[in-house]
């Protein structure tokens, strides 16, 4: 089982930018890819970013150009940097990891990120 640990959200104006990061822990070596997702009030789960073990990387159209994933395979550890936030990007965002290894899925307790305007 991969226990995640996020970290990095909080309170920004428009315009700034935030990095959060998803510790893993537990069985890490049996994860494939990670990714963020991210819930808004009233809307679905969707997906932001995603990464895998091989580097390869996926965006939802609306942050492309603006959020960077990245993983640390030395400190198990992935990345969202977020940068020229907007107030729309305000929600919960949750780290995700696919693994090889029962449950298949994994998931951070979530982090609140918040845009003014």
């Known amino acids: 089982q991969v226990q995640l640990v996020e970290s990095g959200g909080g309170l920004v104006q428009a315009g700034g930018s935030l990095r959060l990061s998803c510790a893993a822990s537990?069985?890490?070596?049996?994860?494939?890819?990670m990714g963020w997702y991210r819930q808004a009030p009233g809307k679905q789960r969707e997906l932001v970013a995603a990464i895998t073990s091989g580097g390869r990387t996926n965006y939802a159209d609306s942050v492309k150009g603006r959020f960077t994933i990245s993983r640390d395979i030395a400190k198990n550890t992935v990345y969202l940097q977020m940068n020229s936030l907007k107030p729309e990007d305000t929600a919960v965002y949750y780290c995700n990891a696919d693994t090889t290894a029962p449950p298949y899925d994994s998931w951070g307790q979530g982090t609140q990120v918040t845009v003014s305007s």
């Open positions: 537990g069985s890490p070596f049996s994860i494939n890819a």
